[in-house]
C-alpha cells in the first residue's frame, strides 16, 4: 500500500483565496483525521470521520474551514477565505491495524505545507 | 483523555540506548499508552503502545511501571535518523477517538 496521500505537498496562495487540500486514506481504513501543526500551537485534530460522516468537528477553527468524505477513498479540507494565521502543516491520517500494529493506530500523510500570503 | 508530561529535550549518543520518560499520573483503567514519533518534516509515525505489560518490537522497547503512572521508551541503539520529536500519547480503545498530541520530547541523536 502507498499509504496515505496528501495533495498539494505544497501551497501558496494569496489571502482571500479558497484553498482546497486533499487526501488518499489507507484502503479498509474506516476513520479519517485532518490535524493542522503550527510552532505555536502544535499537532491540533480539526475534525474526523468515520465510514465517510463527520464525527467530531470541534477542533475546526471556523467556519471559513469545511471538510468533507464523499467516499471512501478521498477527503477534502477547504480554507474560504484563508488568511495568513492559516499558514500551517495540514495533516491527514488514517486508522487502522494491518501486520500485528492494533486497529487504533493512526498513519499520516506527509502533510500539505500551507502558506497564505 | 489522561494527559501526559514529557521532557521536553534529550540528547542521546549514536550507538547508545535512549530512554525517553512519560509521566501519566491520571492514566485510567482501560487506557493505552502509545508513542509516536516525528522526524522533521514528517508526519508522526507510529512506534510502540501498551496497556500494563513492557512491550518490545523491531523499533523499541517500552517498559510501563506497575502502577501505571509513568512509563519509558526505550530506543536501544540509536541512530542520527532517530533524531525526532516523540509523543507519549495516552487513550482508550473505546469512546471517542480523539488523539490528543502534546508537546514531545525533542529527542538529539549525535555522533
Known amino acids: 500500500d502507498a499509504g496515505v496521500i496528501q495533495s498539494p505537498r505544497h501551497e501558496v496562495t494569496e489571502m482571500g483565496q479558497e484553498v482546497t487540500l486533499r487526501c488518499k486514506p489507507i484502503s479498509g481504513h474506516d476513520y479519517l483525521f485532518w490535524y493542522r501543526q503550527t510552532m505555536m500551537r502544535g499537532l491540533e485534530l480539526l475534525i474526523y470521520?468515520?465510514?465517510?460522516?463527520?464525527?467530531?468537528d470541534s477542533g475546526m477553527p471556523e467556519d471559513r474551514f469545511s471538510a468533507k468524505m464523499p467516499n471512501a477513498s478521498f477527503s477534502t479540507l477547504k480554507i474560504q477565505p484563508s488568511e495568513p494565521r492559516d499558514s500551517a502543516v495540514y495533516f491527514c491520517?488514517?486508522?487502522?491495524?494491518?501486520?500485528?500494529?492494533?486497529?487504533?493506530?493512526?498513519?499520516f500523510g506527509p502533510g500539505t505545507r500551507l502558506l497564505v500570503l | 483523555d489522561a494527559k501526559t508530561t514529557q521532557p521536553p529535550s534529550m540528547d542521546c549518543a549514536e550507538g547508545r540506548a535512549a530512554n525517553l520518560p512519560c509521566n501519566h499520573s491520571?492514566?485510567?483503567?482501560?487506557?493505552?499508552v502509545y508513542w509516536y514519533r516525528q522526524i522533521h518534516s514528517q508526519g508522526p509515525q507510529y512506534i510502540i503502545h501498551g496497556l500494563k505489560n513492557n512491550e518490545t518490537n523491531e523499533m523499541a522497547s517500552l517498559i510501563i511501571t506497575e502502577d501505571r503512572k509513568s512509563s519509558t521508551l526505550i530506543l536501544p541503539h540509536a541512530t542520527l535518523r532517530d533524531t525526532a520529536v516523540y509523543y507519549c500519547i495516552v487513550r482508550a480503545h473505546t469512546g471517542g477517538f480523539k488523539t490528543i498530541f502534546g508537546a514531545g520530547t525533542r529527542l538529539f541523536v549525535k555522533a
Open positions: 470521520f468515520n465510514n465517510n460522516v463527520p464525527i467530531d
Open positions: 491520517a488514517s486508522r487502522g491495524g494491518q501486520g500485528g500494529v492494533p486497529r487504533e493506530t493512526q498513519y
Open positions: 491520571t492514566i485510567s483503567g482501560n487506557e493505552y
